[in-house]
């Protein structure tokens, strides 16, 4: 059975699926009269840019690479006709991501896989799920992987040893690649542009600040339909936020602020809490929740102010609610999503226009 792992950006996943050698004893996992043969992939622009950065081991110590994404390249879907996906996958594309990493530090690292760090991500901040196959045949002489993906890396890597390896990563049929990432583990985001970063979003996303429609719930479980407006993505500072006690991690990223507009327009009274429904998706293929900041009686955030008016709101009525999501640096928003409530309820998506907070 396919086990999911969570993957660096947060919603995308490292995918384990079997393949085996047809005839052998875990042929059932493959397909029968599997071919090498495929579609020459089609390499997309992107400036092989390298960068220093940080990878940590299992005992959490911090290694230095330095490491460049050297080709993205569209497969076909016939690339992988003889594995065994998982039914969400089925109908993606394969991408596939060829990288090196060299080990500038001064002594030999083992079971160096700084590939987990990586995400290929849409223009909308969507992650592509990152697919890793093993052979559930020890026998099997075939590693499964197309001819177009075949650099394995390597496990130890001496001091200024340089090695390569590529991953796949599934995307829907509607979306583009628009920007490689790595989630670097000193706290920033490494962001490479794939054709200038304008990639295409998935079907369904909205310009921004375009009103949408929506459901939610009041306390009694009673669907209430929504009109939803995006009215901002603003760049903030830890400044604001200065009265909170936030840990030393959440003290190295950046708040940005959403403001959203909603229109009550069911038969009955709603409580302004549809924040709570608000992420962020990054350039870099996170998705963050709103940040919960415990204040009772307090002033809150003069800069985001939970509800203005701050009172329940009547059908017809109108509320203005702002949530605060917290970014790494480097990785800034690219969509913003809302996730009503109750039954019929469905994830709406906007391109993300954030300025710079003034």
């Not at 969570?6 to 393949?19: K, Q, T």
């Not at 043969?37 to 110590?61: C, E, F, G, I």
């Not at 996958?89 to 760090?117: H, I, Q």
């Not at 339909?225 to 903030?236: D, E, H, M, N, Q």
Request: glycine residues 12%.
């Amino acid at each position: 059975m396919p086990i999911r792992i969570a993957g660096a950006a947060g919603i995308s996943a490292l995918m384990l699926l079997a393949v085996g050698c047809a005839g052998g004893p875990g042929a059932g996992k493959a397909k029968p009269g599997a071919s090498e043969a495929v579609t020459p992939a089609k390499p997309l622009p992107m400036k092989a840019t390298p960068r220093p950065a940080t990878w940590t081991d299992a005992d959490h110590k911090a290694h230095r690479l330095r490491i460049t994404p050297t080709r993205l390249a569209r497969g076909s879907d016939s690339d992988l006709a003889h594995i065994q996906l998982d039914d969400d996958l089925k109908g993606m594309v394969p991408y596939y991501l060829t990288f090196s990493y060299t080990n500038t530090g001064k002594k030999t690292v083992s079971e160096v896989d700084p590939a987990r760090n990586f995400s290929v991500n849409g223009a909308d901040g969507q992650a592509a799920e990152q697919v890793s196959l093993f052979r559930s045949n020890p026998m099997a002489t075939s590693s499964g992987l197309p001819p177009e993906c075949r650099e394995s890396g390597a496990a130890e890597l001496a001091a200024g040893a340089t090695a390569a390896i590529c991953r796949i990563f599934m995307l829907p049929k509607d979306q583009r690649p628009a920007t490689v990432s790595y989630k670097d583990d000193g706290g920033d985001t490494l962001i490479w542009q794939v054709g200038g970063g304008k990639g295409g979003a998935s079907a369904g996303v909205l310009p921004a600040g375009k009103p949408a429609d929506g459901i939610t719930e009041d306390s009694r479980s009673r669907p209430i339909p929504l009109l939803i407006t995006p009215k901002g993505v603003r760049a903030g500072s830890l400044a604001d936020l200065s009265r909170f006690d936030l840990d030393a991690d959440e003290k190295k990223l950046i708040p940005y602020y959403v403001t959203m507009q909603y229109r009550n327009r069911g038969k009955y009274d709603l409580l302004p809490s549809m924040s709570d429904g608000v992420a962020l998706r990054t350039t870099g293929g996170r998705t963050v929740q709103k940040l919960t900041l415990i204040d009772i009686g307090g002033p809150g955030v003069g800069r985001c102010p939970d509800a203005v008016p701050h009172k329940m709101v009547k059908p017809g009525g109108t509320v203005t609610e702002c949530s605060i999501h917290l970014l790494p640096k480097g990785d800034p928003p690219a969509a913003v999503v809302f996730s009503g409530e109750g039954a019929g309820s469905e994830r709406v998506t906007w391109r993300a226009s954030a300025d710079d907070g003034k």
